[in-house]
């Protein structure tokens, strides 16, 4: 995982303690330590709950399974059957994303103390708080019919940090675009990563054409 990769997601942790309403509001370094010690706690809860729902779904997974032989055999019951061996192979599939997306995060919490991760993340949180108003402009004039504060927060952040990553740290398209994905696949949900990613192909096709 890059350093980039990292500064960047806890850019989008720390972005989510700080209210996107009203102005500019710029970190101070002396709220740096407490931010970052409120996300270090969001991770942490984070991997506590991807753990539960993985095991949540494993259960189900194992009923699932555990029906599908219970059905009697012959071909009157082979729907039924198929109906919960693949309920049942659904759920464990859930499961085994849910523990790999996880497994990322201790990494991320070991690796949050490097200065180089510390300043990209800083930086990123600045420049979104910065230039937000512009940001969000320039996004809501791509959504074709839907507005930027009528999506979930944490898609809104995905969409700005995407935004000043191509915009201020001259991020390739392809990567800027395929990691907010990333990030949409852990923090969001599918409708929101279709919507950002999207959202995200205008922009960088808009940007392309302005010259940026």
């Known amino acids: 995982m890059q350093s980039r990769t990292l500064s960047r997601e806890l850019a989008l942790l720390m972005l989510g303690q700080i209210s996107d309403r009203g102005g ?13 010690q409120q996300v270090l706690a969001t991770l942490s809860q984070h991997v506590r709950d991807a753990l539960d729902r993985s095991a949540e779904d ?44 996880s497994l990322e995060l201790p990494r991320l919490l070991l690796l949050a103390d490097q200065d180089q991760v510390r300043r990209g993340a800083l930086a990123r949180v600045e420049a979104v708080l910065r230039d937000r108003e512009l940001i969000d402009g320039r996004l809501d004039g ?36 395929n990691e907010a994905v990333e990030l949409a696949n852990r923090y969001s949900d599918e409708q929101g990563r279709r919507m950002i990613n999207g959202v995200l192909r205008r922009f960088t096709a808009a940007r392309a054409v302005a010259g940026a």
């Open 24 to 36: 500019p509001k710029p970190v101070l370094p002396t709220a740096m330590d407490c931010l970052l």
């Open 142 to 177: 791509v959504m074709e019919g839907w507005r930027l504060t009528r999506l979930p927060r944490i898609d809104r952040d995905i969409l700005r940090l995407a935004a000043v990553d191509l915009d201020s740290f001259q991020t390739p398209p392809a990567v800027a675009c």
């Open 58 to 101: 494993l259960q189900i997974a194992q009923q699932q399974l555990l029906d599908s032989e219970l059905q009697e055999q012959g071909e009157q019951q082979l729907p039924r059957v198929r109906q919960h061996l693949n309920a049942g192979l659904a759920a464990a599939e859930q499961a085994i994303n849910r523990l790999s997306a």
